[in-house]
């Protein structure tokens, strides 16, 4: 049985030099997510899933961003950030799946390895960008495969997103994996599109846990007056 639920998953997360971070306020803000309705929790940090796993029963996504100079992937790159996230009891581990090099020449399949050796328990969620990331993570048998890199890589800069298309054909290219709708997602309207793509689950973010970005987006509105 899978470890997350379909439904909505909301990402609660404040990264270094945002306005939120440091606060220890994650966990409340998974707390009202949950009474909302959420049916999972995506999260970065130790410290953060920790405060979060106080205050709620869901399922987790973690995810740690470490930016190392070698590498432009940031999202769980290494076997140092996958050790700390098995340390946490997060029911997904989620790894940046872009194929892009990654720090000190580590290899996702080894990532992968690692974590069905070390963590039986433990599922998977590749991050892609574009369907060869996708087919590559079919390939190496994750869990989930997640849209949340599509339009953040060089080759996918510009997309428009949600991108419907690519997750219908996601659905399609692979029914025996669940498929996790992440990125762009701000009006329910959206929302409602992504799912009549036929997606397992859906993750939204900035639209709900971001009020810096919420107030930036409604500001931005103020020039059409």
């Not at 996230?85 to 940046?96: H, N, P």
Request: proline share 4%; aromatic share 8%.
């Amino acid at each position: 049985m899978a470890k997350l639920n379909r439904g909505l998953i909301v990402s609660c997360q404040a990264v270094k030099g945002e306005p939120l971070y440091g606060l220890g306020i994650m966990g409340y803000l998974a707390r009202a997510a949950v009474e909302g309705g959420a049916v999972g929790i995506r999260a970065n940090y130790v410290s953060d899933i920790a405060d979060i796993k106080k205050q709620v029963d869901v399922p987790m996504i973690g995810i740690i961003k470490e930016v190392y100079p070698d590498s432009d992937v940031y999202i769980t790159p290494t076997l140092k950030e996958v050790k700390a996230l098995i340390e946490t009891g997060c029911e997904v581990i989620a790894l940046d799946c872009t194929g892009r090099p990654r720090p000190n020449g580590e290899k996702i399949e080894d990532l992968v390895k690692y974590i069905r050796e070390n963590a039986k328990d433990v599922e998977i969620m590749a991050d892609c960008a574009s369907f060869a990331n996708a087919e590559e993570a079919h390939r190496l048998g994750f869990d989930y495969i997640g849209s949340t890199m599509r339009g953040y890589t060089p080759d996918t800069k510009g997309i428009c997103l949600p991108d419907y298309d690519f997750l219908t054909k996601l659905v399609k290219t692979f029914p025996d994996t669940k498929i996790i709708a992440e990125g762009g997602i701000w009006e329910r309207d959206q929302l409602a599109k992504v799912c009549k793509c036929g997606v397992y689950a859906i993750v939204i973010g900035s639209s709900i846990t971001r009020p810096k970005d919420i107030t930036q987006r409604f500001v931005g509105a103020l020039d059409l007056c």
